[in-house]
């Protein structure tokens, strides 16, 4: 499993998902996501906490892949709970809202349920 990981504290977050078994890719910026950003991927997980970057990233790799079954899930992580949050991460195509932190096995958790069901997004 090969999961992308785009500015969301990137050594802790790595360091759960290599700790549950899964291949990780990082990208420092949202050209660098997009560019590598395919479909060996299956899960991308980013910030969405700093302003509208994360959201513009969605729609970048949703406009990279053609089909929805083509592309990787896109996963927003953050701490903000305002609903405005999750309807913002909706409208932009994203296939799941996580809250931090994140603990192991919470990671677990969610991977199985995004791989099962294909989206996830947590109470806020």
């Known amino acids: 499993m090969v999961k992308l990981v785009y500015r969301v504290s990137?050594?802790?977050?790595?360091?759960?998902?290599?700790?549950?078994?899964?291949?990780?890719?990082?990208?420092?910026?949202?050209?660098?996501?997009?560019?590598?950003?395919?479909?060996?991927?299956?899960?991308?997980f980013m910030d969405v906490c700093t302003g509208l970057d994360g959201y513009e990233l969605a729609v970048r790799i949703h406009e990279k892949f053609t089909k929805h079954q083509d592309r990787p899930l896109i996963v927003a992580l953050t701490g903000n709970t305002k609903r405005v949050t999750k309807e913002?991460?909706?409208?932009?195509?994203?296939d799941g809202l996580i809250l931090k932190p994140i603990s192991v096995d919470k990671m677990r958790g969610v991977l199985s349920e995004l791989l099962e069901r294909r989206v996830l997004f947590e109470t806020v």
């Open 10 to 44: 990137r050594t802790v977050t790595k360091g759960l998902l290599v700790h549950l078994g899964c291949n990780v890719t990082t990208a420092s910026s949202s050209e660098e996501c997009v560019r590598v950003v395919s479909l060996e991927h299956e899960v991308v």
């Open 88 to 94: 913002n991460c909706m409208r932009v195509g994203m």
